[in-house]
């Protein structure tokens, strides 16, 4: 899917010499979580196609990010919908990095070990 919406607006951007392709996964596409390993490989792959573009794309006006998510998006999270469209933002307008990761990876481990019963 990435590589189709890529390939249907990336001609425009490239003629244009400008525009901004940003992608959003989990943090299992940067940390490794058992539990996410199945939807873990695909994230991770997102995430590698978004960094790689960005590195294929660096100097002819097109920015590419990636925000991966280590929070819920609900209200007052640190993933918060607002928190979550101003990372896009600041990617787009600063353009000068190509990953922000929004919420503590710490956290959700934490979260997930008090919930894991040891067999």
Known sequence: MAGAVGAAVLPGMLGRGSGTLLFTSGISAVHP?????????????LRNYALSLAEVLRGRGVHVGHVPISAAVAPG????PEAVAEAHWSLHTGRDRHEVILGDLAVVQAAIAAHTVEA
């Open 33 to 45: 979580l058992p539990f996410l390993g199945d939807i873990g490989v695909a994230a991770a792959a």
């Open 77 to 80: 999270s640190p993933a918060s």
